[in-house]
């Protein structure tokens, strides 16, 4: 019933940026909050940031003052902007949204992912 498409990744240098964008799709009544991870290779999945419907934001230690999350309600977006890449910053992007949606006159609420995209930042 909702779809999350994922787009912006690719190969840059470092200190270059990148904006991530995620829009959903489909019988969306609401979205909750919405976030961005990465796996980078070869490690663990880890939160980059998060932002409430009150637009409150939290960002992982690692990425503070570099990258910063927004939304557009009217388009069911969530964006990431990176500034100053490093190589560590290399990893699969997702983003991840609850969202309250509509199926059969019922009301639902269920987490959904993007496919993800990679982003490889060069040294």
């Known amino acids: 019933q909702v779809q999350l498409v994922e787009s912006g990744g690719g190969l840059v240098q470092a200190g270059g940026s990148l904006r991530l964008s995620c829009a959903a799709s489909?019988?969306?009544?609401?979205?909750?909050?919405m976030g961005w991870y990465r796996q980078p290779p070869g490690k663990q999945r880890e939160l980059v940031a998060v932002i409430t419907p009150v637009v409150s934001t939290n960002y992982a230690d690692s990425v503070k003052g570099r990258f910063t999350i927004s939304r557009d309600i009217a388009k069911n977006t969530v964006y990431l902007q990176m500034n100053s890449l490093k190589p560590e910053d290399t990893a699969v992007y997702c983003c991840?949204?609850?969202?309250?949606?509509?199926?059969?006159?019922?009301?639902?609420?269920?987490?959904?992912w993007g496919q993800g995209t990679q982003v490889t930042v060069s040294s």
């Open positions: 991840n949204e609850e969202v309250t949606y509509s199926s059969g006159g019922r009301l639902y609420t269920a987490d959904y």
């Open positions: 489909g019988s969306i009544i609401s979205i909750n909050a």
